[in-house]
C-alpha cells in the first residue's frame, strides 16, 4: 500500500468525484477506480458506496479515511523533518542566554560558528533562567544556555563550562590588597549579591553556608553587570565568575581575588529539547560550544 494510492483515496472522499480525482493526480477515471478497487480487495471491505451521488463513505471507509490522513500527516511530518534535519543552514538560530553567558562566554563560539556558516544569523537574548527554560520547553528557542543547569525529561543537557568564582571588591576595598583570600574573611561584610531566585544566587549560597559564613546582603541585581557597576563604587564584595570581570581588572576598576581555600567553580550548560528537529547548523553550533575549546 503506496502513500500516492492513501493521497487517492483520500481525494476522492473529499472531491466526491472521481473525474476531479483523476484530474488531481494526472490519472483517468478507470485508474482512479482501479487504485480504490485495489485497496477494498486488499483489505476485504468496501469503502465507497459508489451508488450514491455524491460518493459516499461507509463506515468501515469512515474509519480507514480517518487512519489515511493521520498516515499522510505523519508522513508528510516526517519529510519536513528529514529535510529540516540535513539542511545546510536554517537561516537562522536563535539562542537564549542569561547575561553573563551571552555577554562573556558566546562571542568567541558565534566567531567560529561564522567561519563555517557565514551567513545563518546567531539571533542571541539575553533572558533569565526561567525564561530561558520556557522558550526551550515551548521550541522557540533553538538553544538554551543557562548556569547551574537542572535536569529535566523534556531536555537534553550538556555541560558547558566550569567558571571559576573569584571574590570580587573595589580596589578602594580593605580586603583589595590580598593575593589570595581565605573565605571565612567575607563573614560579615556587605554583599552585592545575585536575585534570590537565580540558580547563580542558590549556589553561591550553598558555598557559603557550606563554611558557615554569614554576609550582609546589602543589594541583590538580577545580572552581573549591574553586580560590577556597584562593586566598581565599593558598595560592597561580591563572588563572581572571573571570565565576567576579566574588562574591568584589566582597566583596575574590579579587584579579583582567588580563594585560598578549594577552586570554586559554577557550572554552566547548554540546554535543548528533546521534541525539537534541530538542524545541520544548530548541531554544529551545539557541537562548538560542548568543545570548550
Same mark, same amino acid.
Given at each position: 500500500?503506496?502513500?500516492?494510492?492513501?493521497?487517492?483515496?483520500? %481525494?476522492?472522499?473529499?472531491?466526491?468525484?472521481?473525474?476531479?480525482?483523476?484530474?488531481?493526480?494526472?490519472?483517468?477515471?478507470? =485508474? #482512479?477506480?482501479?487504485?480504490?478497487?485495489?485497496?477494498?480487495? /486488499?483489505?476485504? !471491505?468496501?469503502?465507497?458506496?459508489?451508488?450514491?451521488?455524491?460518493?459516499?463513505?461507509?463506515?468501515?471507509? *469512515?474509519?480507514?479515511?480517518? /487512519?489515511?490522513? %493521520?498516515?499522510?500527516?505523519?508522513?508528510?511530518?516526517?519529510?519536513?523533518?528529514?529535510?529540516?534535519?540535513?539542511?545546510?543552514?536554517?537561516?537562522?538560530?536563535?539562542?537564549?542566554?542569561?547575561?553573563?553567558?551571552?555577554?562573556?562566554?558566546?562571542?568567541?563560539?558565534?566567531?567560529?560558528?561564522?567561519?563555517?556558516?557565514?551567513?545563518?544569523?546567531?539571533?542571541?537574548?539575553?533572558?533569565?533562567?526561567? @525564561? +530561558?527554560?520556557?522558550?526551550?520547553? /515551548?521550541?522557540?528557542?533553538?538553544?538554551?544556555? #543557562? =548556569?547551574?543547569? @537542572?535536569?529535566?525529561?523534556?531536555?537534553? !543537557?550538556?555541560?558547558?563550562? %566550569?567558571?571559576?568564582? !573569584?571574590?570580587?571588591?573595589?580596589?578602594?576595598?580593605?580586603?583589595?590588597?590580598?593575593?589570595? +583570600?581565605?573565605?571565612?574573611?567575607?563573614?560579615?561584610?556587605?554583599?552585592?549579591?545575585?536575585?534570590? %531566585?537565580?540558580?547563580? *544566587?542558590?549556589?553561591?549560597?550553598?558555598?557559603?553556608?557550606?563554611?558557615?559564613?554569614?554576609?550582609?546582603? #546589602?543589594?541583590?541585581?538580577?545580572?552581573?553587570?549591574?553586580?560590577?557597576? /556597584?562593586?566598581?563604587?565599593?558598595?560592597?564584595?561580591? +563572588?563572581?565568575?572571573?571570565?565576567?570581570?576579566?574588562?574591568?581588572?584589566?582597566?583596575?576598576? +574590579?579587584?579579583?581575588?582567588?580563594?585560598?581555600?578549594?577552586?570554586? #567553580?559554577?557550572?554552566?550548560?547548554?540546554?535543548?529539547?528533546?521534541?525539537?528537529?534541530?538542524?545541520?547548523?544548530?548541531?554544529?553550533?551545539?557541537?562548538?560550544? @560542548?568543545?570548550?575549546?
Amino acid at each position: 500500500m503506496h502513500i500516492e494510492t492513501l493521497k487517492i483515496f483520500c %481525494d476522492l472522499v473529499e472531491l466526491e468525484s472521481f473525474s476531479k480525482t483523476a484530474e488531481k493526480h494526472l490519472l483517468s477515471q478507470s =485508474a #482512479v477506480s482501479q487504485q480504490l478497487a485495489q485497496l477494498e480487495l /486488499a483489505h476485504k !471491505v468496501q469503502l465507497l458506496d459508489r451508488k450514491k451521488r455524491p460518493l459516499e463513505l461507509t463506515t468501515t471507509g *469512515r474509519l480507514f479515511y480517518d /487512519a489515511c490522513k %493521520d498516515i499522510i500527516g505523519r508522513y508528510e511530518q516526517l519529510k519536513s523533518e528529514l529535510n529540516t534535519l540535513h539542511k545546510p543552514s536554517a537561516g537562522r538560530i536563535n539562542v537564549a542566554a542569561i547575561y553573563s553567558i551571552g555577554m562573556h562566554t558566546l562571542p568567541d563560539y558565534v566567531k567560529k560558528f561564522m567561519v563555517k556558516y557565514p551567513d545563518v544569523n546567531v539571533h542571541i537574548e539575553y533572558l533569565s533562567s526561567a @525564561r +530561558i527554560y520556557e522558550l526551550v520547553l /515551548a521550541g522557540e528557542a533553538d538553544i538554551g544556555l #543557562v =548556569a547551574v543547569p @537542572r535536569r529535566d525529561k523534556r531536555l537534553e !543537557v550538556y555541560d558547558l563550562d %566550569d567558571e571559576p568564582l !573569584v571574590l570580587v571588591c573595589s580596589p578602594k576595598h580593605p580586603l583589595a590588597g590580598e593575593s589570595q +583570600i581565605d573565605i571565612h574573611k567575607a563573614q560579615f561584610e556587605r554583599f552585592i549579591a545575585f536575585e534570590k %531566585d537565580t540558580p547563580t *544566587r542558590k549556589w553561591i549560597d550553598g558555598i557559603l553556608q557550606r563554611y558557615n559564613i554569614a554576609v550582609r546582603p #546589602v543589594m541583590e541585581f538580577d545580572n552581573v553587570e549591574t553586580i560590577k557597576r /556597584a562593586i566598581e563604587i565599593n558598595a560592597g564584595i561580591s +563572588i563572581l565568575p572571573e571570565n565576567t570581570i576579566v574588562q574591568e581588572v584589566s582597566s583596575g576598576t +574590579i579587584k579579583a581575588i582567588p580563594f585560598s581555600n578549594e577552586k570554586f #567553580v559554577r557550572p554552566t550548560g547548554i540546554i535543548v529539547s528533546k521534541n525539537k528537529i534541530l538542524g545541520q547548523a544548530v548541531r554544529y553550533f551545539i557541537e562548538l560550544l @560542548r568543545k570548550k575549546s
